[in-house]
């Protein structure tokens, strides 16, 4: 090809030096091509990009620059060391001479495009830790995209129903971590809600998702990084067994939009194949904690049940399961007709006789009754202990927060345990009263 553009050149110039170049970021060019004499210096054009047609300048009185765009950001320059008029008809003959050169470009960027992902997604499959996994997708993503660009993953956290930031590279500042998105919020909550990629090439783009944000957002946001330097984003939702899971967006830096619809397709691609490393460790930080929650319970078992055969009584079974849940706890005895502490007999504003009836209007087996306080959000849980549908006795917890899973395991651990102790109670009670009575009869 080089040849053939050598021959054609030698036929409209005669002996003419020159040299080509390419950019596939207007900023960066590569000479690829130099016949005869080299100037070495890269081109510069200081008009308006993207260009959207050829472009020829005059260097010197002897040194002619043609620019030659194409599709995907790539330009192809061509340096003439001739004065020379070129017409509309050269200039067309020079993109199809130049193409070739637009071909290869495309072809290395594609190639090198897929080796990243490849070996993207062979690292973040071997990860199981979710957190890990989250903060190596960004840096992944990043290294597929050719430009100089800072990223952001959001993920949703379905407990606050609103989308926080996971990871992020670049200078993006520490005013993003305290942003709260709901979805269908802001670029990132549209791109959640939508469940399709999106590239924003223009203000008019980015103000149609933008302009719903919260003021508080919107400060954080622009506390966090100067977007006037920003030409183009994409925003790229990652999703998990159908759902969206994650949002990816990515800036690219420049006052150049330089994103395209390619680029757009290529992180999808990648956000695609990362909801499978997603899935997994998700899955196995689920049997991580099923298996911790069931080892916790067996070490909380026997913790109270060696209690219990050492004959250490009631009030040494309750302070060992106040320490494992790790909140105070009233024990109201219906045997002994105690309460542990005394005192709380007055602060629960509960006795003996409102708690049998509560026992009594509970549907079995859903034995814990929550009541939620109004103005300081406390909790009061009430876990009766019973045994063959006979109430022993109640366990009484007040909190400022929910019962978290594995405190309600250490409670239904510690109430089974409590009812084997009361009843053995019982059962003496009634042996030494029958005992007793026995006697007084003789």
Partial sequence: MNGILHKILQERLGNCDYEVWISSNWADWVLIEAIGRRESTPPCFAEQLPLQHPKVERESEEK????????NNICVAIRVFKNWEFSAED???LSSLLYPYYTEAVASKNERALNE??????????LLDLNELLGRILVSALSVIPYECIGVLWRYDPAIDALTVKARAGEMGEGMLRMKLKPGEGIIGNTFKRGT????????????????????????????????????????????????????????????PLFTESDVRLLQSFADQVSIAITNAKLYEHLSKQNETLMKRDEIHSSLMRLSLQNKGVVSIVNELTRVIGVPMTFVDFIDNEWIPKRSKIMNGWNTESLRSLYESLHHPDYLTCIEGEADRSYQYLYPIASANQCLGYLIIQMNTKLEPLQLIALEQGSSILALELMRKQSLAEFYFKKHSNFSTI
């Fill in 91 to 93: 200039l067309v003959t």
């Fill in 64 to 71: 002619m620059l043609v620019f030659l765009p194409y599709n």
């Fill in 197 to 256: 990629p999106k590239l924003y090439n223009g203000l008019s783009t980015v103000e149609d998702d933008f302009g719903n944000m919260t003021s508080d957002n919107k400060y954080h946001l622009n506390s966090a990084y100067n977007f006037q330097n920003i030409g183009s984003i994409i925003s790229v939702p990652i999703k998990v067994e159908g759902q969206s899971d994650c949002v990816l967006i990515v800036y690219q830096k420049g006052r150049v």
């Fill in 117 to 126: 992902i490849m070996n993207s997604i062979r690292v973040v499959t071997q």
